[in-house]
């Protein structure tokens, strides 16, 4: 049932939405700021805004020092690469849990879920041995599977989750009407499970896109992508906050273009089921 | 012509071009996000026009990032680079392990003897030389002249402490914002413990003696951090203890600091186009206490060959190019003399020209004062002027750095942040092994 809100609860809590939107916001503002101006302006306390000088000097210095192309092209095809192929195996894998689990599924669940609590670098030997001798040290497709794996128990509990939401008569109904399981996933239950799958799709580009420790670890040329090309635009007298900020700002602004034209569908997808 | 004659030549002509691609060398250069190194690489041409058969591709990485990857890999005979930038703290750790090539068969064109002699000692382990510096710096006085003027006085060449306090007494004017000195406060083995570890060495101060045992409860730590707190506590700005170099760098471009002691290459971004006081700075040697040692300190970025590279002479070829006298020249016919990679050979401040550089002469003083094998007033078993050359001493450093900061914030006294500091050190030196 709809709740009368009166006017000033309506102005008070617009506020606050905004308030709170601005607070989450501002970091990544105060970045896109920093980037146009000088770097004396970029650290001066107190703080400058109106006062500030501002230059586009920051963006031309960063274009003309790296090979900003290849960074972005590298990170759209590890990100988008590492999506899918963690989406092939985990969609068959969610369906098993959700619609047929045996005994243990609740315990590969948490073990899946376990894997993500280890830092990273208590790791990073045994893996870059390993990449090291299979040949897939920077390289994308070593990239796109070491991403895929990081993400994969991510990707496989969202879907499960989404697929527990969705009725198992309306699969067993398809059964009954002669569909085979490759067809009940295709055809029946992904259709039915669009926005999760989507909202998973883009929460894992975005958590690939911005993966910095593999990325700048497994690659030296060839496949760095633009966590590598931020990490290049630091010097050793110091953090220059001006350019770092042009660099930072240039490497999220096509993950930040994403989300925002696909908002809609990502809130969606994660409140899918939240509401019965 | 025939079809078989045709294709016939087609085949010749890929079998020639695959067979030039074969001869070609690709070497990988690991390297930090400096102007020097930025500068080499827009040189390329000239490297590849003297050597046609070697092609080069750059890892450009933040410090701490780069020391992390280079690391990893040289620990594990990786062999992803071929040259390394490194700094005077891993080329005698690393090069005691083995896991650098020795440069000693180098061209006779490369020049040894032209090193200066206090970067090569920093470079050289066992007698062979690991790492060819690319280039060198110290730290030094950078003061206002107009404020020291006003005030009557005049900063002697190679001041001492005493000079430094008294200047910046009469420097400070709070009721302006100008406050009469600037030194490193954040915390970080290679922020405020540079500065620190390097002033300690002009008041006698050492961080182990010779049996590897911690000197922070010696009088002349007592001494060295009691006058730190003193004068930054008198006549710092306010919150010193969050101040590294961009920040003293922007405090001093400003015209908020009387004076600044820090390296020798923030000269050329206290004169540039960003600062307001560009032609108020004077220059002189870091202050001494008449012990024989100055509280500067030796750096040098330097290039060196990992052993588990497969490409060791193309990395050869590329290190003596980029390090020898002609590549000196190179850069000063492209960007004039003042963008020359200063601190590395003695023909480059025996050169005319370079000698009308401001502080090229002061950076010299300053890099010939440090020894980086006998950086204090009494004997230590170790290297390093600024630095520990220990692989425990990236953690020590830090550790210290942040009670010394703390202490500086006013959280501590300073005998409290000594007793501290002593008590960590000497925990962490046992449990390594150098002290039962």
Do not use: H
């Amino acid at each position: 049932m709809a709740r009368a809100s009166s006017p000033r609860r309506m102005i008070l809590t617009t506020l606050a939405a905004w308030g709170v939107a601005l607070l989450i916001f501002f970091p990544v503002l105060w970045m896109i700021l920093t980037s146009f101006k000088t770097e004396a302006s970029a650290v001066a306390n107190p703080p400058e805004l109106l006062s500030a000088s501002w230059t586009l000097e920051n963006y031309a210095e960063v274009w003309a020092r790296s090979d900003y192309p290849r960074f972005f092209w590298n990170s759209v095809v590890i990100s988008i690469g590492s999506t899918l192929l963690g989406l092939a195996v985990a969609i068959p894998a969610a369906w098993a849990m959700a619609f047929v689990p045996g005994k243990r599924t609740k315990d590969l669940l948490m073990w899946m879920l376990s894997t993500k609590m280890m830092p990273a670098v208590a790791v990073m030997i045994p893996i870059y041995l390993l990449f090291q001798r299979l040949g897939l040290f920077d390289t994308k497709t070593g990239l796109i599977l070491a991403l895929m794996l990081m993400n994969l128990p991510i990707i496989t509990w969202m879907l499960y989750t989404y697929f527990k939401e969705i009725p198992g008569e309306i699969l067993e109904a398809a059964r009954m009407d002669g569909a085979g399981l490759r067809s009940e996933i295709l055809y029946v239950l992904t259709p039915m499970a669009l926005p999760g799958i989507a909202s998973t799709l883009l929460l894992n580009v975005i958590l690939a896109w911005n993966e910095a420790f593999w990325t700048i670890t497994l690659t030296t040329t060839k496949a760095a992508p633009l966590s590598a090309f931020i990490a290049s635009f630091s010097a050793p007298q110091g953090l220059f906050y001006a350019k770092l900020s042009a660099a930072s700002t240039m490497a999220i602004a096509p993950i930040l273009i994403l989300g925002w034209f696909s908002q809609k569908q990502l809130v969606r997808g994660l409140t899918f089921g939240a509401v019965k | 012509m025939t079809v078989s004659l045709r294709a016939l030549m087609g085949a010749t002509a890929l079998l020639a071009l695959s067979g030039a691609a074969m001869a070609e060398t690709t070497i990988t250069v690991a390297t930090v996000n400096n102007g020097d190194m930025i500068r080499m690489q827009g040189l390329m041409d000239d490297f590849y026009a003297k050597n046609p058969d070697i092609k080069v591709e750059w890892v450009t990485l933040e410090e701490n990032v780069l020391r992390q990857n280079v690391t990893t890999d040289i620990a594990t005979g990786g062999g992803q680079y071929d040259v390394l930038t490194i700094g005077t703290y891993e080329v005698p750790i690393w090069g005691k392990q083995g896991w650098l090539v020795s440069l000693n068969d180098l061209p006779a064109e490369y020049d040894v003897d032209d090193l200066l002699p206090a970067i090569r000692g920093g470079l050289t382990v066992d007698g062979n030389l690991m790492a060819s510096p690319f280039y060198g710096e110290s730290s030094m006085v950078m003061y206002r002249t107009d404020l020291m003027e006003a005030a009557g006085l005049t900063m002697p060449d190679a001041p001492t402490w005493a000079d430094i306090e008294t200047a910046a007494k009469a420097m400070t004017n709070t009721e302006t914002g100008v406050y009469g000195v600037c030194l490193r406060g954040k915390a970080g083995w290679g922020e405020n413990m540079a500065f620190l570890t390097a002033m300690s060495n002009s008041f006698g101060a050492r961080w182990f003696d010779e049996a590897w045992m911690p000197q922070f409860d010696q009088p002349e730590w007592k001494a060295t951090l009691d006058f730190y707190l003193n004068l930054m506590n008198n006549y710092g700005p306010p919150g010193a203890s969050n101040n590294g170099f961009n920040e003293n760098l922007t405090l001093f471009q400003q015209g908020k600091c009387g004076m600044w002691i820090d390296a020798t290459v923030a000269a050329s971004f206290v004169t540039g186009k960003d600062s307001t006081v560009a032609d108020k700075v004077g220059f002189a040697l870091a202050p001494d206490n008449g012990l024989g040692k100055r509280g500067n300190w030796l750096w040098a970025w330097s290039l060196a060959i990992p052993a588990s590279s497969q490409k060791q002479d193309a990395a050869k070829a590329f290190i003596n190019w980029a390090t020898n006298k002609d590549y000196l020249a190179l850069v000063a016919s492209k960007e004039g003399w003042a963008n020359v990679p200063p601190g590395t050979r003695s023909s480059l401040y025996a050169n005319e020209e370079y000698a009308k550089v401001p502080f090229a002469k002061m950076t010299l003083d300053s890099i010939n004062s440090a020894d980086p094998n006998a950086p204090t007033v009494k004997p230590v078993p170790y290297v390093g002027v600024q630095f520990v050359a220990i692989p425990e001493f990236q953690g020590l450093g830090t550790t210290v750095g942040e009670i010394f900061s703390a202490a500086l914030a006013g959280q501590k006294t300073a005998d409290e942040a000594l007793a501290e500091a002593q008590t960590a050190v000497t925990d962490e030196m046992k449990a390594s092994g150098y002290i039962q």
